[in-house]
């Protein structure tokens, strides 16, 4: 009896769960407000769809469209996802490089580790430090320590 009963209340529980993922009042105004050019109405749509339904090409095309309004944290989402699709030197890496040179330039600290590591896994060590470098100065302790451990 008791199996039943909870069986029946974890169907309840996704079913109410998949309810609540779908474009619900909230959802529908952000994805409104994205289509006009809200960059923040945007990423916020891109971590939804990452975060809860799970979905990484939705959430990437998001990040892009927050990126591109100028959303930078948009930019360093974007990158991370499309650099996990790809291989050094293939069309994600270029990608990703571009939406991290573009957060990296404004002051996103996480952006420019993203490019030391980039450039490490293309061999490019001296173009790594350069950007851990650059990461460690805006105060991302994993760029310093990463510097550090390459200057060896």
Known sequence: MKKIIFLTILAIFIHVSGVWAGDDKETAKKRALCEKGNSTACFKMGERYRIIERDNKSALEFYVKACDSGYMTGCTNGGILTLMKGTPYSKEFKKARKMF???????????????????????RQKKALQYYLKACDMGNSAGCAKHKRLSR
């Open 101 to 123: 040179t573009k957060a990296c330039d404004a002051g996103e600290d996480p952006s420019c580790f993203n490019l030391g590591t980039l450039n490490y896994k293309e061999g």
